[in-house]
């Protein structure tokens, strides 16, 4: 175990401890300000004063704050997570600036992460009111607010002299949510008996309920933003070690272990094995430190971690009315807000009516397929904002009856089974399949597609791959075609750099160094994994690093780093004896290389005599906003002279 990890695991064992002793020895403190901070162990520490911290789960993803009353409508754009183990970034450098108009894809900045320097895609329309953190700035903690977006182009100009925390007050999004921060506290203020805030929502050991922490659904890979899980590998009550596999995530790249980052018990499991379209953070189990705390968890449920880990049903009886109360003879309430009334700002819109949301809410409705106007609005003016969605998303609504909270089925939980009948079945989508589909359609409407074809001879080539192999047999290896024409590739994008490109809007990045993304078919669907440098690897670690890739890619055992930061791909159908076939681009790629399989034909000899010759074909898909027609077939006709003369590349 590495030593940062340990000491994060140490200082979140003494914090835990603290807030035991705080939980027993100090009163709540009416109106409290909360503030977040996102770090590497799939956890949030929330300050409730400034010395009493409590754990909670946190989303590793964007996180949006909408922001209202003395400012204009608003989103604070937080530093993501763009790697599992990514906790602060620097910002490299911004792509847009200030009053620039904002589309779902846009690359904001360059964000250098622990792992790498990535590129930050935006993911809501609208326009860049406010950077709050410029070129340059470094170890930005995860969750802090770099930027403001608005919706209306309008609304720009009233965030000249913003700054995070000022004008109308804490809590929201920066300059908004002032009016209704002072309603809660005044709210508080009037029942000073109750001490139910001093937990912070999302758990964390607060309220009536044991020290604990919720632990949401984590984010594996830089892209996921959702995943379903494949399987539990502890149950409740189970004791659980740092390291300890709890369970399988399947991502939108493949199927991977959640790790556990701390010593403790499973007391409650919340997301069901087999429950689909989970969007990170969604509460997914409780995690306690000690064996005794684990049976007070029993009846705990989804909605309690949702509404900050409150008292526990069986506590739920009506509290011994104040002095203060007694005095306006309010009657106690009968019931707790959890469990049988919903937050009532929120409502939903009749369906077939016009629906107030915002655009990337639409968006989310439409991938997800559900019916937005089921959606409980939470923004102004009854508005559905992003948030609604996920949460309509992860409850399972917007596509049937709802289902009883008590006994959680497939329909709540996102588990999708298979339908059958006479005439046909329904077979579930795996994760990677609707991912691959979505992006492949996204590939065909945005990108302008064309396609070079050129014929091979590969004579020269098989007969040197049959020298080659008989020397390599008494090692126990052998080349594939495929190893040549990856070689050939990579030889070729050194030769003409512009196709190892991609396509930023703004601008063309060109690589200086070729990894080539393979396709590969699994049982789940398409993977593309990445054989890295691969212009300076020779023909066998060609051939053993492809082989390795496509074990692990079949098995779901890829790690993120195999399968993302490819320059160029090369899908082969030649073995299933497809003569030709054009490929789809891989964005931000800007080309893909389809192989035929090579077969005997009557050709033209270089002695101006017909003879038999092997073949084969080949078809280069292009981004014309990229790579020109020329540029391309400059590309085809170097590929060609490798893999006819093979021994060209070698040199």
Known sequence: MTSWRRAVQLGARFVRASIRSSNRELPALAGTQKCSRCFTSGITLTQQPSWLRVLRPHSPQLVSIRGFADMPAHSHLTMPSLSPTMSQGNIVEWKKKEGDELASGDILCMVETDKATLEWENQEDGFLAKILVGDGSKDIPVGTPVAVITEEKGDVGAFA??????????????????????????SQDQKP???????????????DWPPHSVMGLPSLSPTMSQGNIASW???????????????????????????????????????????????????????????????????????????????????????????????????????TPQEQSPAAPQSKQPSGSRVIASPYAKKLAKEAGVDISQASATGPDGRIVAADVQKLVSEGGGKGKPQQASAPGPEQSGQVTSVQSDDYTDIPNSQIRRITAKRLLESKQTVPHYYLTIDCRVDKLVQLRQQLNAGLAKDGKKLSVNDFVIKASAAALKKVPGVNSSWHGDFIRQYHNIDISIAVQTPNGLMVPVVRDTYTKGLTDIGAAVKALAGKAKEGKLGPDEMSGGTFTISNLGMYAVDSFAAVINPPQVAILAVGGSSKRVVLGSNGEFEEGTMMTVTLSCDHRVVDGAMGAQWLQAFRGYVEDPISMLL
């Open 193 to 207: 008996a109750e001490p139910a805030d001093s937990s912070g929502s999302g758990g964390g050991g607060g309220g």
């Open 233 to 335: 590998k502890k149950k409740e009550g189970d004791s659980v070690g740092a390291g300890d596999e709890m369970a399988e995530i399947e991502t939108d790249k493949a199927t991977m272990a959640w790790e556990s980052q701390d010593d403790g018990f499973i007391a409650k499991i919340l997301l069901q094995e087999g429950a689909k379209d989970i969007p990170v953070g969604t509460p997914a189990m409780i995690f306690v430190e000690e064996e005794g705390d684990i049976a007070a968890f029993k009846d705990f449920t989804a909605e309690d971690a949702k509404e900050g880990g409150g008292a526990p049903k069986k506590q739920a009886t009506p509290e011994p009315v104040s002095k203060k109360a007694e005095g306006k003879q309010e009657a106690a309430p009968k019931q």
């Open 161 to 186: 002299d913003y700054k995070p925390g000022g004008g109308g007050g804490g809590g929201g999004g920066g300059g908004g949510g002032g009016k209704e921060a002072a309603s809660a506290d005044s």
